[in-house]
């Protein structure tokens, strides 16, 4: 048996009693079992970090060093608050001593320390020494590493976070005979006591099986799974990879793929005007969503290509974010033109879809030369006849409406609702709508001519 507790000092209802291993005043306790406090569960998806896991391990427990887990480019999210859980569920056995688990940003870590030995170990730290002169917080904190429980046993402290080393330094443990700090910290060579275990992104294998994992289920699952793990978080995991230029194996290829193709799926389900459920449903997919838009869109197919920038535009846009959905709707124009070409029918609609968002700021002038356009481009490519060109004379004639130019709107909408008629039937929903439109002008006309 170790002395560790033998200077303690322990103040119960008010009075200073000495307590040593020799001369109790309270009767014996029962032996103290080990605290493993770690607050997080550790994620499903745990990959790769085999050779960090031993050389923590290694420098840590056979070494005894104190570890910080870095990363390669001081970034976070790179997985260093993950593999210390890891570590430490691993290990429980390793350290009867119990697991210290400590938030060094947030908290005040001498309070932490305090906090952890009355909440968990059920100890009252004193305030006073037993001359009655009042402890400070270093001190106190100096209490609870002496009077650890169980008094024996090596103990595993994490210190998670670490910003700023010499404000928490004084706060350590003084010897590491017993404690073993492991530290997670955003900054490299924090000190160069330390060993330093340093955290580059994931290695294509092992992105690849991150992936797999993530992505080997039906979308609607995917966007739970992400709403659970916080998926905004994962991705600087695998942004670099699916950017990596040197990404020429088909695996690889093949992953991109997936993970654009499973976006653009959710892209295509993206309301003109999403309601605020559908947009908090589908919120958690957009850095996904912009990320192909950005860096990926060669993995969108032709047929998708509209689809990558429209599923943007439109979740801004159905929140009145017209700024934001503004360039998606530019880019939209101008990526169908050079891959398409310009005489290409998506190019009528994305400059449609332009001139819609145009259209609900207001800015009706900047909308018409687009609705033109659109309007020739679709009569020269699908032909005089076809049901596009119907919608197209209908979204110029709604604009002319909106403008108060009844008899510019008039003869679009006769125009349209003639194709429609014809092509699609009396009772197709679009020749409703464009019939409706019509009726609605004529009333809007009647009531301005008195
Ligand atoms: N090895 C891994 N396998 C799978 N996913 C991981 C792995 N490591 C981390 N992640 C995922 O990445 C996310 C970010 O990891 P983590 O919180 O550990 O980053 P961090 O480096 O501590 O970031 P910060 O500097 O912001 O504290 C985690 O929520 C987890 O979902
Ligand atoms: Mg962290």
Redo the contacts with the bound molecule.
Sequence with gaps: MTNENSQGINIKGGKNEIKDNTFNFYPPEKPATAVNYIPYLG?P?????SEELEAIHEKLYAQNNTVAIS?VSGM????????AVKYAREHTDDYPGGICWLNARDANLGAGIIQFVQLQMGLEVPQQDFQGNVLTLVQQVAWCWQNWRPSEGLVLVVLD?VTELKEIKEFLPKTNNRFRILI?T?QRRIDINYAEISLNVLSEDEALS?LKGILGEHERHLIERLQD??SY??HP?IREFLQAKLTESAEIKEFQQAFTNTFMEIAQTIPQSPTLEFIDSVKIAIPHLTEVAENLIDAVSDENLIWAFTGLAWFYNGQGLYALAEPWCEQSVSAIKSRLGENHPDVATSLNNLAALYNSQGRYEAAEPLLIQALELKKQLLGENHPHVAISLNNLAELYRSQGRYEAAEPLYLQALEIAERVLGTNHPNTVTIRGNLEYLRTQMGKSEG
């Excluded at 998806?45 to 970090?49: D, E, K, L, S, T």
């Excluded at 976070?76 to 593999?83: D, M, P, Q, S």
């Design positions: 994620i998806h745990f990959v790769g970090r990363a976070g999210g790179v997985g260093k608050t993950e593999l976070d997670t955003r991150l793990e916080a978080k994962v995991l």
